[in-house]
T-cell receptor
Framework: SQQGEEDPQALSIQEGENATMNCSYKTSINNLQWYRQNSGRGLVHLIL?????REKHSGRLRVTLDTSKKSSSLLITASRAADTASYFCATARGTPLVFGKGTRLSVIA | SAVISQKPSRDICQRGTSLTIQCQVD?????MFWYRQQPGQSLTLIAT?????????ESGFVIDKFPISRPNLTFSTLTVSNMSPEDSSIYLCSGTGQRSTEAFFGQGTRLTVV
């Protein structure tokens, strides 16, 4: 299966701290994407990193990709209470996307 | 980007009945998908909605239970038929554009079967 596996399953931090989530996958990919989901609602696309990229930034988000290890990490810097959500990685090798199990992030004010 | 309007947002249904969920996209998308998400779990792909033809179902999902329509590029429906409590879940529609695999999602339908 191509499904990603996020680590940790749950993470609780204080506001202002950084949050790091990891994703591992099993097969070759074209790109890897990160999504956020608030309280069981629709997912929102955060960032996409292509297989030939190693690092990408978007605002307070930093994503890395190591294709040799088949892993990616998402770093959220200076976290806010509003960052509380579930975060999913999704791998793309054509369509459709295959989603990991997610990391539940709680940011405590 | 695309905005996907999904309705209903939630429903409580009696077992044995059927519910149809609708998704309307504000612009054309190439692909549309339907997912199911159990509480606290990941998304499981039900099927790919194909315009003007039968949907492509994933293993474990069948057309009789989850009939899907996609009459045009911007609209799709998923019906959950002959519901049982095991069908209680969040159902999500998703679309991708022509030039990117970035996916857009509806707000989800939280279904409870009693």
């Amino acid at each position: 299966s191509q499904q990603g596996e996020e680590d940790p399953q749950a993470l609780s931090i204080q506001e202002g701290e950084n949050a790091t989530m990891n994703c591992s996958y099993k097969t070759s990919i074209n790109n890897l994407q990160w999504y956020r989901q608030n309280s069981g609602r629709g997912l929102v696309h955060l960032i996409l990193i292509r297989s030939n990229e190693r690092e990408k930034h978007s605002g307070r988000l930093r994503v890395t990709l190591d294709t040799s290890k088949k892993s990616s990490s998402l770093l959220i810097t200076a976290s806010r209470a509003a960052d509380t959500a579930s975060y999913f990685c999704a791998t793309a090798r054509g369509t459709p996307l295959v989603f990991g199990k997610g990391t539940r992030l709680s940011v405590i004010a | 980007s695309a905005v996907i309007s999904q309705k209903p947002s939630r429903d409580i249904c009696q077992r044995g009945t059927s519910l149809t969920i609708q998704c309307q996209v504000d612009s054309q998308v190439t692909m549309m998908f339907w997912y199911r998400q159990q509480p606290g779990q990941s998304l499981t792909l039900i099927a790919t909605a194909n315009q003007g033809s039968e949907a492509t179902y994933e293993s474990g999902f069948v057309i009789d239970k989850f009939p899907i329509s996609r009459p045009n590029l911007t609209f799709s429906t998923l019906t959950v038929s002959n519901m049982s409590p095991e069908d209680s879940s969040i159902y999500l529609c998703s679309g991708t554009g022509q030039r990117s695999t970035e996916a857009f999602f509806g707000q989800g339908t939280r279904l409870t079967v009693v």
